[in-house]
């Protein structure tokens, strides 16, 4: 469903704007929340500013078809940038998510529908409510999950306190990081923990307001001196 248009299946504007300070490449998503339903996405897409963007909603797929539900669509929609599955074995059905097998098969699904699409796939998955020495070892299920992809992005949640970390084959992963949760737009940011002059500020703007100053008072310092 478009967001501004019950009759229309896609919408035709896009944003590309930055998620959690990174950038991002823009085109078309769909998202696939088999857990909700389209009424819900959509007031929450709403929420955090999506007004014309091309995103397609899917609710209520049939587990069974559902994999080949988002191919047709893929099939139609070649141009779509990412793909947003929630969750991972709503679309890649597996009888036991401990099989490592049946969760490499499964996952094998997935990795083809990615390449043959030439497109960002993010499944949702659930982690343990306990804290592992890895927080890789909360991914709940078979090895094989963490094993198949190329990035994890691992939420975790304690109390009133929310913190994301990844774990990935290429790049540099992003070391466990406060997050701030905007209840009233079901959104998260990078934290923003220091407080300097009654003005709150991130960590990265407050790091770089540091070297700033640091320089400031010592010109011509090397970058191995700040």
Avoid at 141 to 152: D, L, Q
Wanted: charged share 25%; proline share 2%; glycine share 8%.
């Amino acid at each position: 469903r478009c967001l501004s248009d019950w009759s229309s299946d896609v919408c035709s504007s896009d944003l590309g704007t930055d998620f959690l300070g990174r950038r991002t490449m823009q085109g078309p998503v769909i998202y696939a929340g088999l857990e909700d339903n389209t009424q819900m996405s959509a007031e929450h897409f709403g929420r955090l500013g999506a007004k014309d963007d091309p995103i397609i909603l899917f609710d209520s797929w049939q587990q069974a078809t559902a994999a080949d539900t988002l191919r047709a669509t893929l099939d139609a929609r070649p141009d779509t940038k990412l793909v947003l599955v929630d969750t991972l074995f709503k679309m890649f059905p597996v009888q036991s998510a401990d099989d490592y097998m049946q969760v490499t098969r499964s996952m094998n699904g997935l990795l083809a529908l990615a390449k043959q699409y030439n497109v960002h796939i993010c499944a949702l998955h659930h982690m343990s409510k306990k804290e592992k020495d890895d927080a890789q070892d909360g991914v709940l299920g078979s090895t094989a999950i963490g094993g198949s992809v190329e990035t994890i992005i691992m939420m975790h949640r304690r109390g009133a306190e929310r913190s994301m970390e990844t774990r990935q084959r290429y790049g540099h992963e992003m070391e466990k990081t406060k997050l701030v949760f905007d209840a009233q737009i079901g959104s998260s940011t990078l934290a923003l923990l220091v407080e300097t002059n009654g003005i709150v500020e991130s960590a990265h703007e407050r790091i770089r307001r540091s070297i700033c100053a640091f320089m400031g008072e010592f010109p011509g310092s090397s970058q191995a001196m700040v």
